[in-house]
């Protein structure tokens, strides 16, 4: 049948993501607004105090304006406390709004559709329409040319090529067929060309397309233990803060000239790390958007943070490394035969074979040695493959043309192989492939080599991981021969051969008890276990449905070295929160020169030496600190959102990185924004 890759307007994804357009500006706007209810914002201790505070000065400054005393000053620290806060809210509704935009294109492609529900599995005639909300797990559906696949499935007949643009944004349409790993849909896509018939895997409202939705938009995201660590760090030093504030009451009291309640306040908000606070949950949330930009769709938060710590990286070999069927990588002739010859008895031969196998011999004569495209000869007899005979080829009018094991084929013919053909099928077993026998009329021919295909490109992935600090581990069942020919091919640093689900189970749970953190890719049944017990369990779109219910990440294409990617979100996750908190904290280094001179120059003069960038007042300098503590958490949105780029590094070097970039520029930044804010409140006359 013709595959021939029909054109496709879909643009290729861009993982530099979405941008911040004039629409999600808007909603973010209106969602920071609705934030800023206590009962949820309590979540965020830093910024529920910063909202506490904003309510007690607002209350004062509405006093003393009641009572006709000066509230001017009072109004402005509390509406500049009051966009603290909202900046804060800001931040993670922006974050959550690219969620949402993703998820209603998303959406758009579970659009309502009709379904061809078959009547009788056995015949593809009799169908009826049937709403895609109404299928049941187990139905069968007949999709065709133009289709658009109802739900989540197996490909039980048929081969098709299949547009999945809309769910994983990539341009070129891929091949499922029934048998092997390229069997499971995804409801939402489209069937380009041909026809499959699709037994539904998930019920409504379960979908892949549906949990997707859910946790792009952040409905599903908990908090990470580091993060949790981290809100108990910033809750910390607001009460150390506190408590700080509040003996700087009766400090000042002693001598004459307390504080007033505003301007404690003022420093308090100040002080405690409200930058690192409102950006907190931004970062998350956008950790995991930047996920789904490249495709990977993770189930846990925790997930995409251990995966920038990962140092063991388990995959299994059929599917995840290799392309999960064997195919035909040489024709091997027996001596005296013509190549060609060999050639057009092994592509007859498989000419009604279905299976991947078969249908890669029948592609290999084709393409290698120029066989002609030949249709199912008229009359011919079909010879079905048996586990008894474990031979299967065609009879036609011209001749027998017989392909199988080797010994079985030798068996049959009742002949002895000739001292090459042995060799070669020595040879072909030491590498880790499948001999296959090929005659033609009782005479043996040669033999067809078949091979687990490495997926390309995977050799230099590998080596990419190596270089991040992973190891790589393959898994197989398959024995020591065939798995060293795979891993020295693929490039992996160590390989388990004749491995069971319990093998799996016990190599992460020792790795783990050394201390290590692990991810596991797979794509099968047998893989479930291990992808539930790793830190991050990484499963194949194409692989079963146990698979990818046990990962907590779910790769749409099926790539096991897209945990080079993984990894690098996971790093830049938690880089981009060091960096952050560091900036944060740096900050409050410029804040002590600006406030508490303000505070105290009236009663230790001395302490007007510290008043090192020359603010026009008390007023200003306490207002021009409370506004930049505001604005600098707006400012820092886009890099919460982006992320602080990933650079293979050691802890010692991206310790400096950090201290030098993000710590002295927290230090000279607010130098020189507080002082402008300073210049422009005295020439706007407010201080």
């Known amino acids: 049948?013709?595959?021939?890759?029909?054109?496709?307007?879909?643009?290729?994804?861009?993982?530099?993501?979405?941008?911040?357009?004039?629409?999600?500006?808007?909603?973010?706007?209106?969602?920071?607004?609705?934030?800023?209810?206590?009962?949820?914002?309590?979540?965020?201790?830093?910024?529920?105090?910063?909202?506490?505070?904003?309510?007690?000065?607002?209350?004062?400054?509405?006093?003393?304006?009641?009572?006709?005393?000066p509230w001017g000053f009072q109004a402005a620290i509390a509406a500049w406390l009051w966009f603290t806060v909202l900046f804060a809210t800001f931040a993670e509704a922006v974050a959550e709004g690219r969620g949402r935009a993703r998820a209603e294109s998303l959406r758009r492609a579970r659009t309502e559709a009709r379904a061809k529900l078959l009547i009788r599995a056995d015949d593809r005639s009799l169908w009826q329409p049937r709403a895609a909300t109404d299928l049941r797990v187990g139905d069968l559906v007949l999709v065709e040319a133009g289709d658009l696949i109802p739900s989540d499935g197996e490909v039980v007949e048929g081969i098709a090529s299949v547009n999945e643009a809309a769910v994983t944004g990539e341009s070129a349409p891929v091949i499922r067929e029934s048998g092997g790993d390229r069997s499971a849909v995804t409801g939402g896509t489209t069937v380009v060309s041909d026809w499959i018939v699709v037994r539904i895997t998930a019920a409504p409202g379960s979908t892949f397309l549906d949990r997707m939705i859910s946790l792009v938009e952040g409905a599903s995201r908990q908090k990470t233990p580091n993060e949790i660590a981290l809100d108990i760090l910033l809750a910390g030093m607001t009460i150390i803060f506190l408590i700080a504030v509040v003996t700087l009451v009766g400090l000042a009291s002693w001598n004459g000239q307390p504080p007033s309640v505003p301007v404690l306040a003022a420093?308090?908000?100040?002080?405690?790390?409200?930058?690192?606070?409102?950006?907190?949950?931004?970062?998350?949330?956008?950790?995991?958007?930047?996920?789904?930009?490249?495709?990977?769709?993770?189930?846990?938060?925790?997930?995409?943070?251990?995966?920038?710590?990962v140092d063991v990286l388990l995959l299994d070999k059929t599917g995840t490394i290799t392309l999960g069927n064997r195919q035909a990588a040489a024709f091997i002739p027996a001596p005296g035969v013509e190549p060609g010859t060999l050639a057009q008895a092994a592509l007859l031969a498989s000419l009604a074979d279905e299976t991947p196998e078969g249908r890669s011999v029948v592609a290999f004569a084709r393409e290698k040695h120029h066989q002609p495209r030949l249709a199912m000869p008229d009359g011919a007899k079909v010879i079905p493959f048996t586990a008894q005979t474990r031979i299967s080829g065609l009879d036609t009018a011209d001749g027998s043309y017989r392909k199988g094991a080797v010994d079985a084929m030798l068996k049959t013919l009742g002949t002895e192989a000739p001292q090459a053909v042995r060799q070669e099928v020595e040879r072909i077993g030491r590498a880790g492939g499948t001999p296959l026998a090929v005659a033609q009329n009782g005479r043996l021919l040669g033999l067809i080599e078949l091979k687990d295909i490495v997926k390309p490109g995977i050799r230099e992935r590998f080596a990419a991981l190596r270089r991040m600090g992973i190891r790589t581990v393959m898994v197989t069942g398959d024995n020591r021969l065939t798995a060293a020919a795979i891993a020295t091919e693929a490039g992996v640093d160590d390989f388990i051969a004749e491995a069971t689900p319990q093998d799996k189970l016990r190599y992460i749970r020792e790795a783990q008890a050394e201390g290590r953190l692990v991810a596991m890719a797979g794509d099968g049944t047998n893989d479930a276990p291990a992808l539930a017990q790793a830190d991050v369990g990484v499963a194949m779109q194409t692989g079963t449905q146990a698979a990818r219910e046990a990962g907590n990440m779910v790769d749409l294409d099926s790539d096991p070295t897209k945990l080079i990617e993984v990894v690098e979100i996971g790093k830049q996750l938690l880089i981009t929160r060091g960096a952050l908190t560091t900036f944060s904290i740096a900050n409050d280094v410029a804040k002590y020169f600006a406030i508490l001179p303000a505070i105290f120059v009236a009663s230790y003069p001395e302490l007007g030496a510290l008043n090192v960038m020359r603010l026009a007042s008390p007023e200003s300098a306490i207002l021009s600190a409370v506004i930049f503590n505001a604005l600098i958490i707006v400012a820092l949105v886009p890099l919460a959102l982006r992320g602080v780029r990933y650079r293979p590094t050691g802890a010692a070097a991206l310790l400096r990185r950090n201290l030098l970039i993000y710590g002295l520029g927290g230090i000279v930044a607010p130098f020189i924004g507080i002082k402008i804010i300073d210049l422009i409140l005295v020439l706007l006359g407010v201080a």
């Open 1 to 69: 049948m013709d595959m021939t890759t029909p054109t496709v307007t879909t643009a290729r994804r861009s993982p530099g993501g979405m941008g911040l357009d004039r629409s999600l500006l808007g909603r973010a706007a209106l969602d920071a607004l609705l934030k800023l209810n206590p009962a949820k914002l309590i979540r965020n201790p830093v910024i529920f105090v910063t909202e506490v505070i904003s309510i007690l000065v607002t209350i004062l400054a509405a006093v003393a304006a009641f009572r006709g005393e």
């Open 267 to 309: 420093l308090l908000i100040t002080l405690i790390p409200t930058t690192i606070g409102g950006l907190l949950s931004a970062i998350g949330i956008a950790g995991m958007d930047r996920l789904v930009r490249f495709n990977v769709m993770a189930t846990s938060g925790r997930a995409v943070e251990a995966a920038g710590d």
